[in-house]
């Protein structure tokens, strides 16, 4: 294997991002984190290659001599593919951990024995995790969450989440029912994916752990969203061996990701815990201001809505001129089928359809206490099949 590798991903301006990594150095530095990868574990690959998420996690397997196997291309069939391949690590986003939650939660709806059942094993395990015990030989493993374990292999050691945010609710959901260690990790394409990981042993949740040992992580203030550093909030930036060099060919765009002591600027709001480590609680690029003069990050409220069962896909946008955000929201068919019969096109013209979804999407955002003007506003919202 190389000492050092370049490879091209697409960056966020859609031309090339040039990375130098070295794929020893990726294994190395998740092994100081806790969390070992040998020979004998086996990785199933089946997020882009082209963003360095998955490219960091295919250095890992290749230094260590790890196994990979790709899924079939399918992705609503990953179950079967997990249960063919038996994986030993899960390398995956909240997208597709939040939809194994939804729908074991929604299946539970369906007895109030097995959900009275399922919640005892949940609060017996979550003490256990609260003592740092992780494991899936308990009584409740054989009697409730073994068809949960077998889902993805039944062979799991740990999994690792990146990309977005877990909602606290379904990390410790995953954390008890897969019986191993769930983490997260966050970074971006130009810190060569990871720039904080949560360790292996801490049970804590709500924060996306410690800086790697190959970076720097700071806070500057952000004046204009009221956040600064000596409160322990602030943009969040990034300096170390592993970060990027620039956009190929762009050197406009580069110049700006940096500040004039060469800290890359990552656009994150984030806060510093008493336990040292970092939770990312805000967004500073992509914000917008609506005309009552309030800053909007479309981000954030679509991680509020994008768990509604409902709902498959959420964008959120906005114009200065208005005093309220736009939604725009592709149903999740399968969920609204269980109530509402037809086709996306029949779901997005029957007006119970969109009520049932504005009143779960409502819901939520009250209990995220997003402020009024965030919310999609009810009266206005108009669900329909986009334009072909």
């Known amino acids: 294997m190389p000492d050092s590798i370049s490879h091209l991903t697409p960056s966020l301006y859609a031309d090339d991002t040039e990375i130098y ?62 249960k063919t391949l038996r994986p030993t690590i899960f390398i995956s986003v909240p997208r597709l951990l939040n939809r194994i939650h939804d729908k074991v939660m929604s299946d539970l709806e369906k007895s109030s024995f097995k959900k009275f059942l399922f919640n005892m094993a949940l609060s017996s395990k979550e003490s256990e995790l609260s003592r740092n015990i992780i494991r899936r030989d308990s009584m409740w493993d054989y009697i409730v969450f073994r068809k949960i374990q077998e889902t993805l292999g039944g062979r799991i050691r740990f999994v690792l989440s990146g990309s977005a945010p877990l909602s606290d609710r379904v990390m410790k959901f995953l954390r008890a029912s897969f019986g191993c260690f769930v983490f997260e990790g966050y970074g971006q394409t130009e810190t060569t994916a990871g720039a904080t990981i949560q360790l292996m042993g801490d049970p804590t949740i709500g924060h996306v752990g410690p800086p790697l040992p190959c970076n720097l992580v700071k806070l500057i203030d952000v004046p204009d969203m009221d956040y600064y550093a000596k409160d322990g909030t602030g943009e969040v930036c990034f300096k170390g061996p592993n970060i990027f060099q620039g956009y190929l060919y762009d050197d406009q765009k580069t110049k700006e990701a940096f500040d004039e002591d060469g800290w890359l600027l990552s656009g994150d709001i984030g806060i510093w815990l008493p336990n040292g480590t970092l939770k990312i609680v805000d967004r500073r690029k992509n914000i917008f201001k609506l005309s009552q003069g309030e800053y909007i990050a479309p981000e954030k409220i679509e991680e509020i809505y994008q768990p509604c069962p409902s709902v498959h896909q959420v964008f959120i946008t906005g114009i200065g001129t208005e005093s309220c955000v736009v939604g725009i929201v592709v149903p999740e068919t399968a969920e609204l ?29 009250k209990k995220a206490n997003l402020r009024s003007f965030e919310q999609i506003p009810w009266q206005e919202s108009n669900l329909r099949p986009c334009d072909s």
């Open 337 to 365: 089928n269980k109530t509402f019969p037809g086709q996306v096109e029949e779901l997005c013209s029957n007006e119970e359809v969109k009520q049932h979804i504005l009143k779960e999407m409502t819901s939520f955002a």
């Open 21 to 82: 990594a070295s794929s020893n150095d990726c294994a190395d530095l998740v092994d100081k984190c806790g969390h070992e990868i040998t020979n004998e574990d086996v990785h199933i690959s089946y997020l882009p290659l082209a963003h360095m998420y998955e490219r960091a996690c295919h250095f890992m397997m290749f230094s260590t001599g790890a196994r990979i196997g790709f899924f079939t291309g399918n992705v609503r069939k990953i179950t079967e593919d997990l």
